[in-house]
């Protein structure tokens, strides 16, 4: 079993819809994650960054963190055709700091 | 501006040459990585430093390997032990462990065998 579970899509929603993307673990001691955001044949640029359980909000974009259920999810309201890419989430442990662990991504299309 | 570069942007390698990926950063970070993209796979790590002189293997280690003389540079050498290079390869920077974390990715290097 990976240690990072994330559905690959291909994701297709039109504009202005509300996107969730998703991933699972399996690792309790996660306790920081991440979310990145890959254009094509771009490097990731960071996204949000969360620790323990809740809620993070910047802009459009909402991070969701729920650690009883190990299962973490974005969420992008008003979804615009820029937001077409690639979404990686990533996560670490607090006495691993240097081996993060990366999901295969989920590539999503925003339709005009 | 800060950030972390690599170069080139493309590279192509005939079989059994050996070739060096550059990777520089000036955000002050003490860990830099190396990871191999493959569509469908996501990222593998190849080797990470915490600190000059220093590194360590990642999880596909074989038919590389790296330098850190420099805190801000993190060479990656391709060799021709390397059986299936082709891919894109990207260099990120942090701060080495501690509640802020995170990691800082460059624009990559797609490496093509010929």
């Known amino acids: 079993q990976k240690e990072v579970e994330q559905d690959p899509g291909p994701l297709s929603v039109p504009e202005g819809a509300i996107v969730s993307l998703n991933c699972t673990y399996s690792n309790s001691a996660f306790q920081y994650f991440m979310w990145y955001r890959q254009y094509s044949r771009k490097g990731p640029e960071l996204l949000m960054y969360?620790?323990?359980?809740g809620n993070k909000e910047d802009g459009r974009f909402t991070a969701q963190v729920d650690k009883s259920s190990k299962y973490i999810s974005l969420f992008i309201r008003d979804s615009q055709p820029s937001d077409s890419a690639t979404y990686l989430c990533a996560m670490r442990a607090w006495d691993t700091g240097n081996q993060f662990y990366f999901g295969t991504g989920t590539s999503l299309t925003v339709i005009p | 501006d800060g950030g972390i570069t690599q170069s080139p942007k493309y590279l192509f390698r005939k079989e059994g040459q050996n070739v060096t990926l550059s990777c520089e950063q000036n955000l002050n970070h003490d860990a830099m990585y190396w990871y191999r993209q493959d569509p469908g796979q996501g990222l593998r790590l190849i080797y990470y430093s915490q600190i000059v002189n220093d590194f360590q293997k990642g999880d596909i280690a074989e038919g590389y390997s790296v330098s850190r003389e420099k805190k801000e540079s993190f060479p990656l050498t391709v060799t021709s032990a390397q059986k299936n290079p082709t891919a894109f390869y990207l260099c990120?920077?942090?701060?080495?462990?501690?509640?802020?974390?995170?990691?800082?990715f460059g624009p990559g290097t797609r490496l093509t065998v010929l």
């Open positions: 969360t620790y323990s359980s």
């Open positions: 990120a920077s942090g701060l080495a462990g501690g509640p802020g974390d995170t990691q800082y």
